[in-house]
């Protein structure tokens, strides 16, 4: 969905350098998620985040891998010391506030570590 | 443990007919489904939801399906266009405390139109 804006769509990065992904959610979404989906896998969820909020990351690997959603600006994910096994496509997603509405997502960033 | 499932990794279907994709989930605490359809090297565009308190829900060419007790849906797409062709994604919602969705994802299948 071209509401939810993610940058870049491709990164490659060498082992030990750092990623960083940025999502701009679609307007009037107060709601932002991560997911990841390795090669021949379905989506994973990561983190949950609101403005200036961690409200939930029971999927996010407990080192290297963190995530903010600042007061002014986009989400950010970042991925310290990368290793092979994060090249994946990292995909953002938004929502409405509220129960049972559906998050956008979209088009996603393509890690590729080297 | 993978909580939803869909157990066919493909589906090849006619111009023209139905295509049933389905997808079985273990977790009772799921009360939201989507269907998801995803073009490769896109993000996923949503199709289509489902509340637990029903048993159906269409629009237009896609309708879903939902069976409470079996612990299955269902999406039906008919009549079936070439456009159609992609993956599609199943996913049931739970609900954070801070009012947003976890979705948990099968691992899709993929559907190829044929003319």
């Known amino acids: 969905n071209a509401g939810v804006m993610q940058n870049p769509r491709h990164l490659v990065r060498r082992r030990g350098q750092e990623a960083r992904l940025r999502c701009s959610p679609m307007?009037?979404?107060?709601?932002v998620y991560w997911y990841r989906q390795l090669p021949e896998e379905g989506l994973k969820f990561m983190v949950y985040?609101?403005?200036?909020?961690?409200?939930?990351e029971s999927g996010m690997p407990k080192e290297r891998f963190s995530a903010e959603f600042p007061k002014e600006g986009p989400s950010i994910l970042r991925i310290q010391q990368v290793v092979r096994g994060d090249s994946a496509a990292y995909f953002c997603?938004?929502?409405?506030?509220?129960?049972?509405?559906?998050?956008?997502f979209g088009q996603g960033t393509r890690l590729t570590v080297v | 443990d993978q909580q939803v499932k869909q157990n066919s990794p493909s589906l090849s279907v006619q111009e023209g007919r139905i295509s049933i994709l389905n997808c079985d989930y273990t977790?009772?605490?799921?009360?939201?489904f989507l269907w998801y359809k995803k073009y490769p090297a896109e993000g996923p565009t949503f199709l289509i939801s489902?509340?637990?308190?029903?048993d159906k829900n269409e629009d237009g060419r896609f309708t879903v399906f939902l069976n409470k007790s079996a612990k299955h849906l269902s999406l039906h797409i008919v009549p079936s266009q070439p456009g159609d062709s992609a993956v599609y994604f199943c996913?049931?919602?739970?609900?954070?405390?801070?009012?947003?969705?976890?979705?948990?994802f099968g691992t899709g299948t993929q559907l190829k139109v044929e003319l």
């Open positions: 307007k009037g979404h107060s709601h």
């Open positions: 489902i509340s637990s308190i029903k």
């Open positions: 996913a049931a919602s739970t609900i954070f405390t801070g009012g947003g969705n976890k979705l948990t």
């Open positions: 985040l609101q403005k200036e909020n961690i409200i939930d």
């Open positions: 997603a938004s929502s409405y506030r509220g129960p049972n509405t559906e998050a956008f």
């Open positions: 977790n009772s605490m799921f009360d939201y």
